[in-house]
């Protein structure tokens, strides 16, 4: 009998801690505050791209674009393929058939 009076015993206190627990006072619009920060959290744009604007994006086209054009100027001019003649043959890698030793 003397666990069931340790139990009691125990059950008592917790009742009697319950009891010195006092109301928490909250702001009546506590919950309004909280609600809006949550869904404004919610509404903002990633920042994941968001250094990657609208004028960013056309000046990076534009880039692009020059380069593109620039580079197939040079690709069809005649002094590119002169260029790329001479490093081959400077190098060794010309294909003609004047160097080879298996005529």
Known sequence: MKTNKNIT??????????????????S????????????????EEPLILSWFSPKLQLATLVCVIVL?????????????????????????LSSSSDTSLFN
């Open 28 to 43: 009546p619009f506590f919950k309004d505050k909280t609600m809006q920060k949550l869904f404004a959290e919610q509404e």
């Open 9 to 26: 015993n125990k059950i008592e206190d917790t009742l009697n801690a319950m009891d010195a627990v006092e109301d928490v006072k909250v």
């Open 68 to 92: 593109n054009v620039l580079a197939f100027i040079q690709l069809n001019s005649n002094k590119y393929d002169s260029d790329i003649n001479d490093f081959a043959e400077t190098y060794g």
